[in-house]
Structures are given as structure tokens and as C-alpha cells.
């Protein structure tokens, strides 16, 4: 009976209550299965820094560092949203964990579902077939880059800078996904201006001398943006540096037609995190309002990411099943809305 310590961060606004139901989903996957999911809770984001400060308190750390894997909920609250002096702040968190836990990967997949295509904002024939996987990576470019202000304060910098060693472990990743999936892979950046986006260029184009059975695409990132509302169901997966990646996730999550759909993981060490793309809403917290399928989802690419795939695949069958039951949370059925708890319920049913 293979036994699982996960580390769960619920972090802050919604967080607990949709991470609470893909527990419950877990918890059947290890009774149908036989198998044991350890949990240790622990806190992150606001919630932490009310309790300790710090937005990564070194206990959350050192439980992470020695877990199989990490469900995390959300982090985020507006009275830091809403000052901009604040010095600590709960996303530092998020981005100090990435870094100490070596999380240079993040890996957003986007899928359309047919009995939701009157969610979408584009029109149910461009959404046809949309199944794509946004690989970014996480912990280089110009978020991480030397920062600062000059001339008294008048002029702000931020630098973009990459390695051969950062391009190459992402691109990699990215061929190792695109030949799981159907082949082929697309290289966003934005090489006829960027210095640091023609390494990555001539980085791809040697790694597909190794990868020949890929089919591999170049495209600048302002084309990218607009194919992704033109045509989305063109790409399979999507390489991109930190910062394009960020915009061009968030732009791919609208397809879907919620937010509350879209699972992601951060990998690149044996510990993966693994989270729901949406933010924590605090605005809808213990209302029971809460799409919790993302959530649910992220635990499914967290049994991919301990190898237990079967056990993926059936939750996200359970989770198409009650979708194609026409029943869902308010963002999903605002007419035959259910709360977050018995959207898991009927979820754990199916399962």
C-alpha cells in the first residue's frame, strides 16, 4: 500500500474550502485504490503573515522540503492589493517557495469542454478541440532580474536575463509533454527585439536536432496572443519564458469560460506543487460559493506527478461526468447552481 506525505497550504480567501473538497476527492482515490494520503497542514500567504509575519514561515518550508508533493490553495488580500507601500506581502511567499523548492516549471494545461461551450467568450466553433498545455518557465527572466531606480527615483529598470542552463532544463521539459501529447510544440518569445529571447531561439533549435519526432513552431509573443482567440486549437503545448508565459496563461484561461475549471502544477524537483489558477476571492470566502473543480483537478495532475495515472484519469472522469450532468457552481450554472461542498460531493459520488 503506497504511502503519500502532502503538505497542504490552504494560504487565504477560498483557499480552505476548495482544497477541503479535492481532499475529499483524495481521500477516495486512497480507499478505492488502497492507498494512504498523509496531510499536514500549514500556513502561507496573509493568513501567515497575521500569525507569524512572514508569508513563508520556515516551518511551512521545512514541511514542504520533506513532503511527496504540495496542494496549495491561494494567497492574496486586498488590504495588500490595495497598498502598494506594503513590504510584505503574501505573493513573496509564493515566489520564495518556487525558488527554495527549485519549482522552475509551471504547466497550465486549457481544455475546452463540450457541454460548457456556451460559457466561452469566443464562439463554440473556434473552441472546438482546444486541449493545450502552456509550459512557463518559473524562476528566471525579468521578475527575477536586477531591479532598481536611478536618477533620484526617475527612471526604473527591470533586466531580463536568462542562462543556457534555465532554457534548456524548460525546453526539454516541453519536449518530453509535447511527445505525451500529439507532437507538437510552439517557441513563444520575442526574438526580433530581445537579446535574451535569441538564446532561447538558438537553444530550441539545437535541443530539435535531439527531438526530431516533435514538430516544432516558432512564434513571436504579440502573434501568439492573437492566435490564441483566432485559432487556440492550433497549439498542443506552448514554451515560453516567465513573463510571457504569465500573460499568455492568464489570457488562455478565459477560454474555458471559468476560472474555476483550470488546474496547474510548479515542478522541476521531486516536490511539485500543485494549485488551482484562480485567486482567493476573499470576496466569496466561507459563502460556499467556490468552484472547487480546479482544485480538484490540480489534485489529479498531482497523482500524474506521483505516477498513480490511473488514478488521475478517474477523477477526471468523475469531473466530466457531473459537468455533462448540467449542474455546477454559480460560474458554471448560475440556474441550477449547487454550493461548493456538494459540487464535491457529486464529484467523490461519480468517483
Avoid at 482515490?29 to 500549514?42: I, L, Q
Avoid at 526530431?212 to 492573437?226: G, S
Wanted: glycine fraction near 10%; hydrophobic fraction near 40%; charged fraction near 25%.
Amino acid at each position: 500500500m503506497p504511502n503519500f506525505n502532502i503538505a497542504v497550504l490552504d494560504g487565504d480567501g477560498i483557499g480552505p474550502e476548495v482544497i477541503a473538497e479535492a481532499i475529499k476527492v483524495l481521500d477516495v482515490v486512497a480507499d478505492k485504490f488502497g492507498h494512504t494520503f498523509a496531510y499536514t497542514k500549514a500556513p502561507v500567504g496573509a493568513v501567515a503573515i497575521d500569525q507569524t509575519g512572514d508569508p513563508l514561515p520556515e516551518y511551512t518550508l521545512s514541511l514542504c522540503k520533506k513532503s511527496d508533493a504540495l496542494l496549495f490553495g491561494a494567497i492574496g488580500h486586498p488590504r495588500f492589493d490595495n497598498d502598494p507601500s506594503a513590504k510584505v506581502r503574501p505573493e513573496q511567499g509564493l515566489l520564495r517557495l518556487r525558488k527554495e523548492l527549485g519549482l522552475f516549471a509551471n504547466l497550465r494545461p486549457v481544455a475546452s469542454y463540450d457541454e460548457l461551450a456556451d460559457l466561452s467568450p469566443l464562439r463554440p466553433e473556434r473552441m472546438k478541440g482546444v486541449d493545450m498545455l502552456i509550459v512557463r518557465e518559473l524562476t528566471g527572466g525579468i521578475y527575477f532580474g536586477e531591479k532598481g531606480r536611478k536618477d533620484n527615483g526617475n527612471t526604473a529598470f527591470d533586466t531580463c536575463t536568462y542562462t543556457r542552463m534555465e532554457i534548456e532544463r524548460i525546453v526539454k521539459m516541453g519536449f518530453v509533454e509535447a511527445r505525451a501529447r500529439r507532437g507538437k510544440l510552439t517557441l513563444v518569445d520575442k526574438a526580433n527585439v530581445m537579446e535574451s529571447s535569441r538564446l532561447w531561439r538558438e537553444i530550441t533549435r539545437e535541443l530539435a536536432q535531439e527531438n526530431e519526432d516533435v514538430e516544432l513552431n516558432f512564434m513571436f509573443v504579440d502573434n501568439a496572443a492573437m492566435q490564441l482567440i483566432l485559432n487556440p486549437a492550433q497549439f498542443d503545448v506552448i514554451v515560453t519564458s516567465n513573463m510571457f508565459g504569465d500573460i499568455l496563461s492568464d489570457a488562455s484561461s478565459v477560454l474555458a469560460g471559468s476560472l474555476g475549471l483550470l488546474p496547474s502544477s510548479s515542478i522541476g524537483s521531486t516536490v511539485g506543487m500543485f494549485e488551482p489558477i484562480h485567486g482567493s476571492w476573499p470576496e466569496g470566502a466561507g459563502q460556499d460559493r467556490a468552484n472547487p473543480v480546479a482544485a480538484i483537478l490540480s489534485a489529479a495532475m498531482m497523482l500524474d506527478h506521483l505516477e498513480l495515472r490511473e488514478e488521475a484519469s478517474a477523477i477526471r472522469g468523475a469531473v466530466n461526468k457531473v459537468l455533462g450532468q448540467g449542474v455546477g457552481t454559480e460560474d458554471l450554472r448560475p440556474t441550477t447552481k449547487v454550493g461548493t461542498r456538494e459540487f464535491g460531493d457529486r464529484i467523490a459520488a461519480a468517483l
